[in-house]
């Protein structure tokens, strides 16, 4: 029979989440982040005026680190109250009773749970700021490869392996743009009591209101935060929740539609998003190698979906001053919404570190798509010489489509587009011109490279902003 008191963990934070992201929402990490909460408010209370003695205080510091999981989860089943059984235990450890004066169960978790949710954000942004250091390192790398372009996943026109890249960064500096001013701007809900009016601290300090506002103050500032809100009630308004959220999934879609052309990429046999040591891509096709990591980036962005979905169920659903109906939800979307942006940032740095690019099957592919591609060229320069466009772009499109037909016939030597259009009075431009069109294959990347250079100098000025990021090294993934 199954052990009755078997260990369910959770699988985002324990497979995939780094030990940083799981320090922020483990629940020894909350209750020490309550823990110097309690203690910061005490002393705020002591600095001005309230009676609470140095030695409960020295009492409370000496026992911070006490954590007892199972004496805890004891309590609650007992009073049926989370932040009552922590009250008790913290309390009972010291052997005083001067922790949350004049404090509702909402201003320790709001504000804790905050601070979580900020330092998280802290952390998920430098992690972004590593993989924009590390797709500009790529880039720069492949900066003038040339590669068939496609839309619609169709050949179109040329770009390089470098332009691709930065095209995928270039999502991901949006993102971070959000993430980077949701940071900053990120507000506490401060000291408010049950109602939001800080009736029970105004009672304690004898309705000197300029001491609670001294005393908020003094508590957003140790907490880090670097505003809080005025006009709230007992919760912070949860569309702030859908914020966050949904700036993750943002940076999320940078990630997974790079990683998406990855593994388009590799199913052509042009590269690879590395194989590392001891991996199996397939226990029966041993010749395969999955791209398993890019794979697992697109699953975590489905995942930020869902948690962004949650989170917008919880939008404009609270009831006058507050209620608990967001509790259930939050529990499982705030921390697994960071577990799941933590191991996708994990999977993509991996797969940038790791990918290779297969140049000479590139380059055979350039061979048989290159005059199609370019068409566009072609068509420019014969309404240059002379044609209309109309007229030309019929030309090129019946010899395209019939040259073409011998791709698909596996007899790519014999699908002549040039010779095609040479032949073609439409087309003002005779084979030799046509050919040296072809043979300037420099001309068909255009402005890649100095856009790979652009992206280049905006990635600089994030990383000059958080050199930390420098230093971001992925775990070993499983």
């Given at each position: 029979?199954?052990?009755?008191?078997?260990?369910?963990?959770?699988?985002?934070?324990?497979?995939?989440?780094?030990?940083?992201?799981?320090?922020?929402?483990?629940?020894?990490?909350?209750?020490?982040?309550?823990?110097?909460?309690?203690?910061?408010?005490?002393?705020?209370?002591?600095?001005?005026?309230?009676?609470?003695?140095?030695?409960?205080?020295?009492?409370?510091?000496?026992?911070?680190?006490?954590?007892?999981?199972?004496?805890?989860?004891?309590?609650?089943?007992?009073?049926?109250?989370?932040?009552?059984?922590?009250?008790?235990?913290?309390?009972?450890?010291?052997?005083?009773?001067?922790?949350?004066?004049?404090?509702?169960?909402?201003?320790?978790?709001?504000?804790?749970?905050?601070?979580?949710?900020?330092?998280?954000?802290?952390?998920?942004?430098?992690?972004?700021?590593?993989?924009?250091?590390?797709?500009?390192?790529?880039?720069?790398?492949?900066?003038?490869?040339?590669?068939?372009?496609?839309?619609?996943?169709?050949?179109?026109?040329?770009?390089?392996?470098?332009?691709?890249?930065?095209?995928?960064?270039?999502?991901?500096?949006?993102?971070?743009?959000?993430?980077?001013?949701?940071?900053?701007?990120?507000?506490?809900?401060?000291?408010?009591?049950?109602?939001?009016?800080?009736?029970?601290?105004?009672?304690?300090?004898?309705?000197?209101?300029?001491?609670?506002?001294?005393?908020?103050?003094?508590?957003?500032?140790?907490?880090?935060?670097?505003?809080?809100?005025?006009?709230?009630?007992?919760?912070?308004?949860?569309?702030?929740?859908?914020?966050?959220?949904?700036?993750?999934?943002?940076?999320?879609?940078?990630?997974?539609?790079?990683t998406n052309t990855i593994r388009l990429m590799a199913g052509q046999?042009?590269?690879?998003?590395?194989?590392?040591?001891?991996?199996?891509?397939?226990?029966?096709?041993?010749?395969?190698?999955?791209?398993?990591?890019?794979?697992?980036?697109?699953?975590?962005?489905?995942?930020?979906?869902?948690?962004?979905?949650?989170?917008?169920?919880?939008?404009?659903?609270?009831?006058?001053?507050?209620?608990?109906?967001?509790?259930?939800?939050?529990?499982?979307?705030?921390?697994?919404?960071?577990?799941?942006?933590?191991?996708?940032?994990?999977?993509?740095?991996?797969?940038?570190?790791?990918?290779?690019?297969?140049?000479?099957?590139?380059?055979?592919?350039?061979?048989?798509?290159?005059?199609?591609?370019?068409?566009?060229?072609?068509?420019?320069?014969?309404?240059?010489?002379?044609?209309?466009?109309?007229?030309?772009?019929?030309?090129?499109?019946?010899?395209?489509?019939?040259?073409?037909?011998?791709?698909?016939?596996?007899?790519?030597?014999?699908?002549?587009?040039?010779?095609?259009?040479?032949?073609?009075?439409?087309?003002?431009?005779?084979?030799?011109?046509?050919?040296?069109?072809i043979g300037n294959s420099k001309r068909f990347i255009g402005a890649?490279?100095?856009?790979?250079?652009?992206?280049?100098?905006?990635?600089?000025?994030?990383?000059?902003?958080?050199?930390?990021?420098?230093?971001?090294?992925?775990?070993?993934?499983?």
């Amino acid at each position: 029979m199954p052990n009755s008191q078997s260990v369910i963990t959770n699988v985002l934070a324990e497979r995939y989440a780094s030990p940083a992201m799981k320090a922020i929402w483990s629940p020894e990490g909350r209750i020490l982040i309550e823990r110097d909460y309690w203690i910061a408010v005490m002393k705020g209370q002591r600095e001005l005026g309230l009676n609470i003695p140095v030695k409960a205080i020295k009492a409370y510091e000496k026992v911070k680190h006490t954590i007892d999981l199972a004496s805890i989860d004891a309590r609650e089943r007992v009073c049926l109250h989370d932040v009552k059984a922590r009250i008790d235990e913290f309390s009972a450890l010291a052997g005083y009773e001067t922790i949350h004066v004049g404090m509702t169960s909402r201003d320790l978790t709001e504000n804790v749970e905050q601070l979580q949710v900020l330092r998280a954000l802290e952390l998920v942004r430098t992690k972004v700021v590593a993989a924009l250091n590390k797709i500009s390192e790529r880039a720069v790398e492949y900066r003038t490869l040339m590669i068939t372009g496609r839309t619609h996943n169709v050949p179109a026109q040329a770009t390089t392996m470098g332009k691709r890249l930065a095209m995928g960064g270039q999502e991901l500096l949006i993102a971070i743009d959000r993430l980077h001013d949701l940071v900053e701007r990120y507000p506490a809900r401060g000291l408010k009591g049950a109602v939001g009016t800080q009736l029970d601290q105004q009672t304690l300090f004898e309705g000197d209101a300029k001491k609670v506002l001294a005393l908020e103050e003094k508590i957003v500032a140790h907490l880090g935060f670097k505003k809080s809100l005025n006009n709230v009630g007992q919760v912070y308004p949860r569309s702030l929740d859908l914020d966050t959220v949904t700036a993750l999934e943002q940076v999320s879609s940078a990630a997974a539609n790079m990683t998406n052309t990855i593994r388009l990429m590799a199913g052509q046999g042009l590269m690879t998003e590395g194989f590392l040591k001891g991996q199996v891509g397939s226990s029966a096709m041993p010749h395969k190698v999955n791209c398993r990591s890019s794979e697992r980036v697109h699953g975590f962005c489905t995942l930020l979906k869902g948690y962004a979905a949650m989170a917008s169920g919880l939008v404009g659903d609270q009831w006058n001053e507050g209620d608990v109906s967001c509790s259930v939800v939050r529990r499982v979307m705030l921390p697994d919404s960071f577990y799941a942006i933590d191991g996708l940032l994990e999977a993509y740095i991996t797969v940038l570190g790791n990918m290779g690019v297969f140049e000479e099957a590139i380059a055979a592919e350039n061979a048989v798509q290159l005059p199609f591609l370019a068409t566009t060229s072609i068509l420019m320069e014969s309404v240059k010489a002379g044609a209309g466009r109309e007229v030309a772009h019929e030309a090129i499109k019946e010899a395209a489509l019939e040259a073409s037909k011998f791709i698909r016939l596996g007899r790519a030597q014999e699908a002549d587009l040039i010779g095609l259009l040479a032949k073609d009075d439409r087309i003002p431009l005779d084979l030799k011109a046509l050919q040296a069109i072809i043979g300037n294959s420099k001309r068909f990347i255009g402005a890649a490279p100095q856009q790979v250079d652009q992206f280049k100098r905006e990635v600089a000025k994030w990383v000059k902003k958080f050199p930390e990021a420098t230093k971001v090294k992925p775990g070993r993934m499983l």
